[in-house]
């Protein structure tokens, strides 16, 4: 199956940027959807950013929109999610995710839902200070 190993994160300051990564390894073909999520400690899981691979489509969750760019590049099988402006809510754990269906992302202009995505990574820390 997919897999997805994500990296990048770390700690800032408020203010500050981080970039994502995400690889895919293994039936990268068969992607159409890829999402970052994030949870933080006691609430739940919640959408980040979408792309449509096939065309590039995005959606963000109103929280991040005009601060938080996701892109891919299709070469290197390798997800990015720029977040700059960052602010100590952002803080959280940051989940890459995939999925062979289309729907959850090719018709959606807010954030992804993450019921609707089934390969997942192990998450990559984010900690902003203010």
Sequence with gaps: QV???ESGGGSVQAGGS?????????????????????QAP???R????????????TAYADSVKGRFTIS???????LYLQMNSL???????????ATAAVVPCIYRDYAPLPAEYKY???????TVSS
């Design 3 to 5: 897999q997805l190993v």
């Design 18 to 38: 981080l970039r994502l990564s995400c690889a895919a390894f293994r039936y990268t073909y068969s992607i159409n959807c890829m999402g970052w999520f994030r």
């Design 42 to 44: 006691g609430k739940e």
């Design 46 to 57: 919640e959408g980040v950013a979408s792309i449509y691979t096939g065309g590039g489509r």
């Design 72 to 78: 891919q590049d299709n070469a290197k099988n390798t």
């Design 87 to 97: 602010k100590p809510e952002d803080t959280a754990m940051y989940y890459c995710a």
């Design 120 to 126: 997942w990574g192990r998450g990559t820390q984010v």
